[in-house]
Nanobody
Framework: HVQLVESGGGLVKAGGSLRLSCIAS????????MAWYQEAPGKSRELVAA???????NYADSMKGRFTISRDNAKNTVYLQINSLKPEDTAVYYC?????????????WGQGTQVTVSS
């Protein structure tokens, strides 16, 4: 299995920046993809960005431009840089990992980190 621990959330004023971190542990060699999801108040959880083991990234169309996903394999960490924060970015941000063992895929989630953007 995989354990994910997020950090870096907090209260920030509009226009500011944050970098969220997600440290993975456990069976990390079987991870094929990691991603960040956003769950805003009253809304369903939605994809922000994903990165594969090979470093290929993809972003939700609505998240392109201000969000950047990256990884540091030496630290088993995935980051989400958020610039020019807006009040509508207020949400819990979850780290996700997909692990593959043979033909079976497993999904793992972190506990989430709260981002609150004040106007």
């Amino acid at each position: 299995h995989v354990q994910l621990v997020e950090s870096g959330g907090g209260l920030v004023k509009a226009g500011g920046s944050l970098r969220l971190s997600c440290i993975a542990s456990g069976n990390i060699g079987s991870i094929t993809r990691m991603a960040w999801y956003q769950e805003a108040p009253g809304k369903s959880r939605e994809l922000v960005a994903a990165i594969t083991q090979g470093g290929r990234t993809n972003y939700a169309d609505s998240m392109k431009g201000r969000f950047t996903i990256s990884r540091d394999n030496a630290k088993n960490t995935v980051y989400l840089q958020i610039n020019s924060l807006k009040p509508e970015d207020t949400a819990v941000y979850y780290c996700h990992a997909r692990m593959r063992e043979g033909l079976v895929e497993y999904d793992f989630w972190g506990q989430g980190t709260q981002v609150t953007v004040s106007s």
